[in-house]
């Protein structure tokens, strides 16, 4: 299927624990993003690439590893979840930084015990 | 203080009503403003996007900036049920195109 796309929808896990989250688009989009979702926060940037190998940190990157050697994935990685990562997180992909869409998938619901 | 101040409601309207939804920005570097809808437990989708003041209609939807007083406003003409939604603003300075995000303003039209 065309578009953006995130796996798992859900998932629960303890603390300690590594997770990581799959995001995966099939425009070919040089920028793809990372944002967590939070009530009474809106959305926050974790970490964004502007093209594969090419990661730089957001707002709130601490926690959160990232990767991108393949143009169309950008995996997001908690080394070892804590209760405050519990969140929504959103991949969203874009292609020429100043007239081109930003993308959103469809959130990955994360809960940590 | 956040770069981008919106209002997180609710706004509860009745169908037909005129909704005005607004953000202030502290950046004058800002140059691009969005308006993203999100319904509930789903990604967002752009709605409205504008480059530097002015205003931009789009069917039932109007988006005007205001440079001079950093305020963002999102009009919506006849508003429906399936308006519904959250309602998110964003802006985004040229150098680097990546938008800063309002909270969001829970949006709710009753029939």
């Known amino acids: 299927d065309a578009g953006i796309t995130q796996s798992p929808r859900y998932k629960i896990t303890e603390t300690g624990r590594q997770v990581t989250l799959m995001c995966h688009q099939t425009?070919?989009?040089?920028?793809m993003f990372w944002y967590r979702q939070d009530l009474g926060h809106g959305l926050r940037l974790i970490y964004y690439?502007?093209?594969?190998?090419?990661?730089d940190k957001g707002e709130v990157p601490d926690g959160y590893v990232v990767s991108r050697s393949k143009t169309e994935n950008f995996p997001l990685t908690l080394e070892s979840a804590t209760r405050s990562q519990t969140s929504v997180y959103f991949c969203?992909?874009?292609?020429?930084?100043?007239?081109?869409?930003?993308?959103f998938g469809p959130g990955t619901r994360l809960t940590v015990l | 203080q956040k770069e981008v101040e919106q209002d997180p409601g609710p706004l509860s309207v009745p169908e037909g009503a005129i909704v005005s939804l607004n953000c202030t920005y502290s950046?004058?570097?800002?140059?691009?403003f969005m308006w993203y809808r999100q319904y509930s437990r789903k990604g967002p989708e752009l709605l409205m996007y504008?480059?530097?003041?002015g205003n931009k209609e789009d069917g039932r939807f109007t988006a005007q900036v205001d440079k001079s007083s950093k305020y963002i406003s999102l009009f919506i003409r006849d508003s429906q049920p399936s308006d519904s939604a959250t309602y998110l603003c964003?802006?985004?300075?040229?150098?680097?195109?990546?938008?800063?995000f309002g909270r969001g303003t829970s949006l709710i039209v009753h029939p």
């Open positions: 425009w070919s989009h040089s920028y």
């Open positions: 950046n004058s570097a800002f140059q691009y």
């Open positions: 964003a802006t985004a300075s040229g150098g680097s195109y990546i938008p800063t």
């Open positions: 504008t480059y530097s003041s």
């Open positions: 690439s502007a093209a594969a190998d090419i990661t």
């Open positions: 969203a992909s874009r292609g020429s930084p100043s007239t081109d869409t930003q993308y």
